[in-house]
């Protein structure tokens, strides 16, 4: 068989399909079962005779899981399975390392290389078929998840979106946070969590009725009330996410106070979560440099100098603010020259 | 890797093959089928084949043993 005939897909209709399987084998019999005996079940079967073409597979049609043999000629399939566990994209594709041989050292390296499981040759159809199952149902949950997160975030932009004062002010945020988080040595999960808290920490202002959201006069005691309920629907709309589990204190606590003043839970001191302290700080530096429905916008010296009043007063560590402004003075961000 | 477990491999990929597909005719023939009989002889043959590699892996892995005492 050629490596074009390789490349063939037995297409079923999608809704029938119980996922895309990729077999990828040198010896094209092996590659013929595979596919029969998956077809049957009702998989969708995509095929590659070598390594490198399951790689441009993989990127180019996402299968639900990778049938991969160990053995092969140039790239063989602990390369391929290590080049799909370290590629974003692909990461969270299910791979099983099919062997004809079963020894110890082989199944180390297979999971050194972020194997899932492995399929001793000869294959039992039933062994097949019940990993399959399990694999790509354990992706389709993993799928959902993003799905899910990409909502939400989908959500908090539209949410900006309501507002054109707010234009550009998720994005800002996360720039800002992110740089502050590096500052500070944390680590990359911290950081990257301060990279999704910019996007989504006012993702409950869903929640907000415009009438109160944008209004332009002064805020009734009423309206306050519904405003601060915001952080509290945006940790609950989060909150089944596994994915998020880092980014929802920041949502729920970003307006805290180290005073106690602050809201929705009036947490005080090292109660506040760090990098809510750091959205916060942030969150009151753009809101001063941009122009809001009740405010023009301020210069960004203005701004520090605001930023270091609500230091004296009690609300924000000054380490964490005298970081923040080194760092906007050392980058001359634009908002600086803001007028 | 050594020649002997090539040689393992590719017996084993080969006589998987064969199982695979016998499986997979016996699946689809009649109970009634006159060639039933004849497909499951070739299945047997390959399982037998595959108990007899894994007896002369072990004498091998044995020898080997042996002789570097």
């Keep these: 068989m050629s490596p074009l005939e390789h490349q063939t897909v037995t297409e079923l209709p999608r809704a029938t399909s119980l996922g895309k ?55 063989n399939g602990f390369g391929v399975c290590e080049q799909i566990k370290q590629n974003k994209a692909t990461r ?10 079963c020894k110890r050292e082989d199944r180390i390296q297979g999971i050194n290389a972020g194997a899932d499981d492995f399929l001793i040759k000869p294959i039992n159809i039933h062994e097949l078929t019940a990993r399959a199952r399990s694999l790509i149902r354990l992706k389709r949950y993993t799928d959902d998840l993003d799905t899910a ?17 707010t234009d550009g ?19 990359n999960e911290d950081v990257a969590a301060l990279y999704r808290g910019g996007y989504l920490h006012d993702v409950g202002k869903v929640g ?27 940790d609950r709309l989060c909150g089944e996410l596994r994915s998020l589990r880092r980014v929802r204190p920041i949502v729920r606590h970003h307006h805290e106070r ?5 809201y929705p839970d009036r947490l005080t001191g090292d109660d506040i979560p760090l990098l809510a302290q750091i959205m916060g700080i942030v969150d009151v ?55 | 890797m050594n020649d002997d477990r090539i040689f393992l491999h590719d017996m084993k990929n080969m006589l998987g093959i064969i199982i695979g597909f016998s499986n997979l005719l016996l699946e689809g023939m009649p109970e009634e089928d006159p060639h039933r009989g004849d497909v499951d002889e070739i299945r047997l043959a390959a399982e037998g084949a595959i108990a007899l590699l894994a007896r002369w892996s ?6 080997v043993k042996g002789d570097t005492r």
């Design chain 1, 208 to 234: 907000i009725p415009d009438a109160v959201l944008l209004k332009s006069g002064r805020l009734t005691q009423e309206e306050y009330k519904a405003i601060q309920q915001h952080p509290v629907i945006g």
């Design chain 1, 169 to 187: 002010h998720c994005n800002r945020l996360a720039d800002y946070a992110t740089a502050l988080g590096s500052a500070l040595g944390l680590g």
């Design chain 1, 21 to 75: 399987v990729l077999v990828v084998d040198d010896v094209s019999a092996n590659v013929d079962l595979l596919n029969t005996l998956l077809s049957r079940e009702g998989y969708t079967v995509l095929t590659a005779s070598d390594g490198q073409q399951a790689l441009e597979i993989v990127a180019r049609e996402h299968p639900d899981l990778v049938l991969m043999d160990v053995m092969m000629p140039k790239l």
């Design chain 1, 92 to 101: 969270l594709t299910p791979v099983v390392l099919i062997t004809a041989l």
């Design chain 2, 58 to 63: 072990q004498a091998n892995l044995d020898r």
């Design chain 1, 149 to 165: 997160e990409s909502v939400i975030v989908s959500l908090a932009l539209v949410i900006e979106a309501r507002d054109a004062y």
């Design chain 1, 285 to 339: 530096y753009d809101a001063i440099t941009t122009e809001r429905p009740y405010k023009p916008a301020v210069r960004s010296d203005r701004a520090f100098e605001e930023l270091m009043d609500e230091v004296k007063q009690g609300w924000r560590r000054r380490d964490l603010v005298e970081e923040f402004i080194r760092l906007m003075q050392l980058t001359r961000r634009p908002a600086i020259d803001t007028p």
């Design chain 1, 258 to 262: 180290l005073d106690g003043t602050g």
